[in-house]
């Protein structure tokens, strides 16, 4: 799960620069309207209270939470925003999935394939590259040490990596919501939690050059307003993710 985990940090690390855009307030919109389309109460509906966590944490105002709410389980009619998974290859032959929400799928496909194609990777056939991962629940808290692992174990979990002072633990899907609470409740604090997918198999990409595409093919991904998620199984050196 390395390649995963370290994706995961590279973006989290981004995440204090993104939330500054205006266009992160559309993702986590269409991400709570996606969510909604299951249930607009949220302690009823995990993956929704997940959604607005997440859109807390960006400082989205409460006013766009409710809207976005509204939009997905139907009261502001209009055009609804639909879940679409793109796969692909990247440079070094990485396998990437790309999660959508999007009201116009004529203008995130070709917006997701250029992105692949512009920075050495292409896009690929429905199942391709799905296959490749598995879905999982992520818990990050704060801590490390084996307090946080006999916890985590204790209350399900599958496994527990540490990066840095944090801990990272994964879980089956359907355990998120009672591993996440279990954990609160025992004193961990949880910095986020949230459904992803994690690569079988990691591919190393050991040549600056490749890994510099990669890292570019993955940004300009990321910087697409209609992507929700990406997931990537390369692992690349620490020395040259800081070059």
């Known amino acids: 799960m390395s390649g995963h985990s370290k994706w995961s940090t590279i973006k989290r ?24 389309r299951s249930g607009a ?26 809207r976005s709410i509204d939009r997905g389980s ?4 209009g055009e609804q925003i639909q879940e679409v998974m793109y796969e692909g290859y990247g440079p070094g032959g990485v396998a990437v999935l790309v999660e959508c929400a999007t009201d116009n799928l004529n203008r995130t496909y070709p917006e997701v394939k ?6 050495g990777g292409n896009i690929a056939e429905k199942g391709a590259v799905a296959f490749q991962f598995d879905r999982k629940g992520m818990i990050r808290t704060k801590g490390t040490g084996d ?13 527990v990596q ?22 609160n409740n025992g004193g961990i604090e949880v910095l986020e939690a949230e459904l992803t997918y994690v690569p079988n198999n990691t ?18 991904l990321e910087d697409l307003d209609d992507v929700s998620a990406t997931h990537v199984n390369f692992d690349i050196p620490e020395e040259l993710l800081a070059s």
């Not at 990272?168 to 919501?177: Q, R």
Request: overall charge negative; cysteine-free.
């Open 147 to 159: 307090e946080v692992l006999m916890q985590a174990l204790e209350a399900g979990a599958e496994d």
């Open 114 to 119: 250029l992105a692949f194609s512009k920075h």
């Open 162 to 183: 540490e990066e840095g002072e944090e801990s990272v633990i994964y879980t089956d899907p359907k355990e998120l919501a009672r591993v996440r609470d279990e954990l």
């Open 74 to 77: 139907g009261k502001l009619g």
């Open 13 to 36: 690390q981004k995440g204090a620069k993104d939330a500054a855009r205006s266009a992160v307030f559309t993702r986590l919109g269409n991400a709570i309207a996606v969510a909604a």
């Open 203 to 220: 591919v190393a990409v050991n040549d600056k050059e490749t890994a510099g595409k990669v890292m570019r093919m993955m940004d300009a």
């Open 41 to 66: 109460d949220p302690t009823m509906n995990f993956t929704l209270r997940l959604a607005i966590d997440k859109a807390k944490a960006a400082n989205m105002p409460m006013a766009n939470i409710q």
